[in-house]
């Protein structure tokens, strides 16, 4: 493993670790947990970054997007930026409109987490968020274990917390399997275990519905481009600009659930998780901000997979609790592996 200075973060110090494993190597740095890069060889044996990213931290804390960040303590959307737990009302920081998104103004995708080398490809990476932060209950010690594997990147979720509170964790890497800054992501050919979405209404708010998906332009069932159906006239496409849905995972435990290849390189990703539900999103609101190497990252040059919980679980009964008790260990576990 390898450790490098990456600046730093209001006056913290920021490091990149670079894990390798045979052929394939990952850069994770300190700030926001990121996943910077993850380099496979291509069908010809070219070295291929497919993950998005910036070169200097000042970009990271400049713009927009998560790119590759832990995202917590609740990922996606929660209404109104409220919930109620054990009969009190909590107010988070509402910083997209009038809801919260990925945590609120300040999420774990902005601090600078401990590092933990365990091995030339073994990271962890912790922090603690202290009760009161954006408005959550409870003091919570959050650790995510980045595995190296010959084949791909292990992420190991683990959360305890001293009361009562929620959480959803995920990570909002971005991939482009012909490489990044290397054109739209438009030609993938993704293939995704789910028959439902958990349908959203204009502010992209879900209310606890869920929506069978076959023979609709969500119905990802058999492998297609993402561009196929991306422009359908259906309403939740519109108003989303894109993908940025929440699908229904099919099945339970530790299971594959997507897989996405690059007619491009040749490059095959094959994700795997153990939470009910996975984010596709698309990169419909990249705005051509300057990446690494120069490129830059425009509208649907990335697709994200953010295994989760389901979008504003905090409000809605009918989907998977999101509430973490006191003394309980939250674990879960998500895989990004690659054939090439």
């Not at 070169?55 to 209404?79: F, S």
């Not at 933990?116 to 490809?121: A, F």
């Not at 275990?193 to 990802?220: R, S, W, Y």
Request: aromatic letters at 10%; a negative charge.
């Amino acid at each position: 493993m390898i450790c490098k200075e990456f600046g730093n973060a209001n006056g913290t110090p920021v490091q990149m670790y670079t894990l390798k494993n045979g052929k394939l190597e990952a850069d994770i740095l300190t700030y926001g947990g990121t996943i910077r890069a993850i380099r496979v060889p291509d069908k010809n044996g070219n070295v291929t970054d497919v993950v998005l990213g910036y070169d200097t931290i000042e970009e990271y804390m400049k713009n927009a997007g998560y790119l590759g960040a832990i995202i917590g303590r609740v990922g996606n959307r929660i209404e109104n930026g409220s919930f109620v737990l054990n009969g009190k009302e909590y107010n988070i920081g509402k910083n997209c409109g009038t809801y919260t998104l990925h945590g609120g103004f300040h999420g774990f995708n902005e601090k600078v987490w401990k590092a933990n080398p365990i091995n030339d490809y073994t990271l962890e990476v912790s922090c603690l968020s202290p009760d009161g932060e954006e408005g959550f209950p409870a003091n919570l010690k959050v650790a995510v274990v980045y595995t190296l594997t010959e084949k791909g990147l292990r992420l190991d979720y683990a959360a305890e917390a001293d009361d009562d509170t929620v959480t959803n964790l995920t990570n909002h890497v971005y991939f482009n399997l012909s490489g990044e800054g290397n054109g739209t992501i438009l030609n993938t050919v993704l293939t995704l275990d789910a028959d439902e979405i958990t349908p959203t209404d204009e502010n992209l708010i879900t209310h606890g519905e869920f929506m069978k998906i076959k023979n609709t332009p969500f119905d990802f069932n058999e492998p297609k481009e993402i561009a196929r159906d991306i422009e359908a006239d259906d309403k939740i496409l519109k108003e989303c600009g894109g993908y940025d849905i929440n699908y229904v995972l099919n099945g339970s435990g530790l299971r594959k659930f997507a897989t996405a290849e690059s007619p491009l390189t040749g490059i095959k990703l094959n994700a795997y998780t153990d939470r009910p539900g996975v984010q596709l999103y698309v990169g419909n609101f990249l705005d051509g901000a300057k990446g690494k190497k120069g490129h830059t990252y425009g509208k649907r040059e990335g697709f994200c997979l953010e295994t989760q919980n389901f979008p504003n679980a905090v409000n809605c009964k009918q989907y998977p609790s999101s509430v973490l008790k006191k003394g309980e260990i939250f674990k879960s576990t998500t895989v990004y592996e690659f054939e090439f």
